[in-house]
């Protein structure tokens, strides 16, 4: 059973053109994180949702935003995609500190 | 400042045999986590085990075990008895205390798992 989903498994979008990624959890946990991972790199964190509360990495272009609607849903927009942005986007979720569970992640292509 | 160390970019290892890799990590705060994660080709991270700061003992999970050795700030993975579907990107993380469980990751290390 998927604990942590995340649609599209593939995107492609086109330069400047704005997309959303979504992510959604079956865990009831309350902290969700949103990770950018290059090839062959390790995943970088963009941000995080503890309940409502939002935390932005120092470091995060202001290009990405997110939205947390509910408990069970996140959702990453990035307003004016770049050629650089292409990655691997990962959503993980936590509710203790012994564990973090992420999704397939999704792949996203900028033409 | 990186956290955590993976010095092995790659590794070759033969099926049916054990294979260690290395994770060294830095961090002043007495109470913290390690993990281990697999990631295949597909993309998905898969969580493998996980090491708290306080455990008296080494953690293992089936084939996988976790070599802690606190004094020396080292958190290698061993994985024995390897099999082809091993093959895969491995990540070592660290969480640190009130970070909001925020993982640090390391480089990664891939493995290739030879019949």
């Known amino acids: 059973d998927a604990m942590v989903i995340q649609n599209p498994r593939y995107q492609v979008t086109q330069f400047g053109k704005p997309v959303t990624l979504s992510c959604s959890q079956t865990?009831?946990?309350?902290?969700m994180y949103w990770y950018q991972q290059k090839s062959s790199q390790a995943p970088k964190l963009l941000f995080h949702?503890?309940?409502?509360?939002?935390?932005n990495e120092a470091d995060t272009p202001d290009n990405f935003q997110s939205r947390r609607p509910n408990t069970s849903f996140c959702f990453l927009d990035i307003r004016s995609p770049g050629l650089g942005d292409a990655a691997m986007y990962l959503c993980a979720t936590s509710a203790t500190p012994y564990e973090q569970y992420f999704g397939p992640g999704t792949r996203l292509t900028v033409t | 400042a990186q956290k955590i160390t993976q010095t092995q970019p790659g590794m070759f290892v033969q099926e049916k045999e054990a294979v260690t890799l290395d994770c060294t990590y830095d961090?002043?705060?007495?109470?913290?986590?390690l993990f281990w994660y697999k990631q295949p080709s597909s993309g998905e991270m898969i969580f493998l085990i996980y090491q708290g700061s306080y455990d008296q003992q080494n953690a293992t999970e089936g084939r996988y075990s976790l070599n802690f050795q606190k004094a020396r700030k080292s958190a290698n993975l061993v994985i024995s008895a390897s099999q082809l579907g091993d093959s895969a990107m491995y990540f070592c993380?660290?969480?640190?205390?009130?970070?909001?469980?925020?993982?640090?990751f390391g480089a990664g290390t891939t493995v290739t798992v030879r019949a």
């Open positions: 865990l009831n946990h309350n902290v």
């Open positions: 993380a660290m969480r640190d205390l009130g970070d909001d469980y925020k993982l640090s």
């Open positions: 961090t002043s705060d007495p109470s913290y986590g």
């Open positions: 949702y503890y309940d409502k509360d939002f935390n």
